[in-house]
């Protein structure tokens, strides 16, 4: 088992690089989307319903990532002794009308399919992606983790109101700051799991030939649905049925231990084995959390909920030899909340693998 740790863009630097080695990485994980671009990572809108999406950034994110940039970052990972184990997320300007059946979705799924055939020519094994309408919604920040830490929360009906998504948001944030007035309105499960298989069923072949995994995130929070818009993977049965939709090695898993424990069905430590021993997990994201949907929090690496230990040795067990990265680790008090956090998840992950490898 690999050690990784998960930049976001604006982190992608060689001082961040090194901080990662410093603290025991491997691998990176780099977050193309810049969707949380300044400290503390969790930024709050003004009415505190959701992340803020500078739109300064937006216009920078419409370009399809190109072989240079990729390459070029690759190459910044690996002078710093790193691997880049993946590239995480597609941007809403890429595929908002793949996910919302608009009148681009047919000319978008080419861009996905260009993207991905030059992520598979530089040599990057893995994308992760979360096909979702609403994204991650709905958390609001505060000190919920050991010794008033600060962390996320989802407090179901006493948290943000669920109001509709306004046109031109996709995934909590805003493509199109020109909408015209108007809501998204209702998506059904039926058809976000249609629109997932034709996205899938489009894709796939490109990656499989390219060399690429692309590795599904589940719904964070795991509700049926958010905002009126159904969500695909909120029940640890649901990721069977995302695999079952084409047969391509090249659909995985970005298998988040937290939402999956925050689920209502089913255990975490039988779904990690299942899919570990299927070899169907690309990528795990690793964090602890306490309760399940409708109200849990978000905590350090070491109280909560999930056995960490546990899920590491099943890990092990079944021959899991990918990366495993911190996911969201709270901030602790200091001049450097993020860096503490993510090094106090790395040391402990780090001393955790090493104890299990050698067969204590
Ligand atoms: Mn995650």
Request: include cysteine; hydrophobic fraction near 40%; aromatic fraction near 8%.
């Amino acid at each position: 088992m690999k050690i990784g740790l998960g930049l976001y863009c604006s982190q992608l630097t060689t001082d961040h690089f090194r901080f990662a080695r410093q603290a025991g990485a491997t691998d990176i994980v780099a977050h193309l989307v810049d969707y949380r671009s300044e400290f503390p990572k969790l930024v709050r809108n003004a009415s505190g319903t959701g992340y803020v999406w500078p739109r300064s950034q937006m216009a920078s994110t419409k370009h399809l990532w190109t072989e240079e940039e990729l390459r070029d970052l690759k190459a910044a990972i690996e002078a710093e002794g790193l691997r880049l184990a993946a590239v995480e997320n597609f941007d809403p300007c890429h595929w908002h009308d793949v996910l919302l059946d608009g009148p681009r979705k047919r000319e978008q799924l080419e861009d996905l399919k260009t993207m991905i055939h030059r992520v598979g020519k530089v040599g990057i094994p893995i994308i992760g992606y979360d096909f979702s309408v609403a994204g991650v919604w709905g958390h609001v920040v505060g000190p919920f983790a050991r010794a008033g830490a600060e962390s996320v929360a989802f407090l179901g009906p006493d948290g943000p109101p669920e109001t509709p998504i306004p046109s031109g948001q996709v995934w909590n944030m805003t493509y199109d700051a020109d909408a015209p007035p108007g809501t998204v309105g209702t998506v059904t499960s039926d058809q976000l799991w249609q629109r997932l298989a034709d996205f899938l069923n489009a894709v796939l072949p490109v990656a499989e030939e390219a060399g690429v995994r692309l590795a599904a995130h589940p719904d964070d929070p795991p509700m049926p649905t958010i905002r009126g818009t159904a969500r695909l993977v909120y029940q640890p049965h649901h990721y069977r049925r995302l695999l079952a939709i084409n047969a391509s090695p090249a659909s995985a898993l970005e298998f988040c231990m937290g939402p999956i424990q925050e689920m209502t069905d089913g255990s975490l430590y039988e779904t990690l084995h299942e899919f570990s021993a299927q070899g169907r997990i690309g990528y795990v994201h690793l964090r602890n959390i306490v309760g399940k949907v409708p109200r849990y929090h978000e905590v350090f690496i070491d109280e909560g909920d999930i056995d960490v230990i546990r899920a590491l040795r099943i890990l092990h067990k079944n021959g899991y030899d990918g990366v495993l990265i911190p996911d969201h680790t709270p901030q602790m008090c200091c001049a450097a909340p993020w860096h503490a956090g993510s090094a106090y998840a790395l040391g402990y992950m780090r001393a955790a693998i090493e104890m299990i490898e050698q067969g204590a």
